[in-house]
C-alpha cells in the first residue's frame, strides 16, 4: 500500500489523506475540511479508480474565482502518492 497525507492549498479542504494499493487503485480518501457531503461523494467516486484515471478527469478543475478546487487538490496528492513508497500494513 501507498499512504500520504497532504495538506491542501487554496481550498476550504486542509489536508487530504489517501491510500492506494500496489496497482495504483484508489482505496481511501478522507478530506479534512471543506464541504463535507460533496466531499465523501469525490471520495466514494474515486475509490475503486485507478490513480491516471482519476487524475485525467479532475485535474485543473477550479471553484469559482480560485485557481483550484478540492478536486483538483485531489489530483496533486494523487501525482504525489504516485511515487510515495510502498509501506507495510
Known amino acids: 500500500m501507498k499512504h500520504i497525507q497532504y495538506p491542501t492549498q487554496g481550498t476550504c479542504s ?6 492506494a494499493d500496489e496497482n495504483d487503485v484508489i482505496q481511501q480518501v478522507f478530506f479534512l475540511g471543506g464541504c463535507n457531503g ?15 484515471d482519476v487524475i485525467s478527469r ?3 478543475i477550479r471553484c469559482g474565482g480560485k485557481m483550484t478546487s ?10 504525489k502518492l504516485k511515487n510515495a513508497p510502498y509501506c507495510e500494513e
Do not use: F, M, Y
Not at 70 to 79: E, S
Open 58 to 60: 479532475l485535474d485543473g
Open 14 to 19: 486542509v489536508l487530504i489523506d489517501v491510500t
Open 38 to 52: 460533496n466531499l465523501q461523494g469525490i471520495s466514494r467516486l474515486v475509490e475503486g479508480q485507478k490513480i491516471d
Open 70 to 79: 478540492c478536486p483538483d487538490q485531489l489530483c496533486q496528492a494523487l501525482k
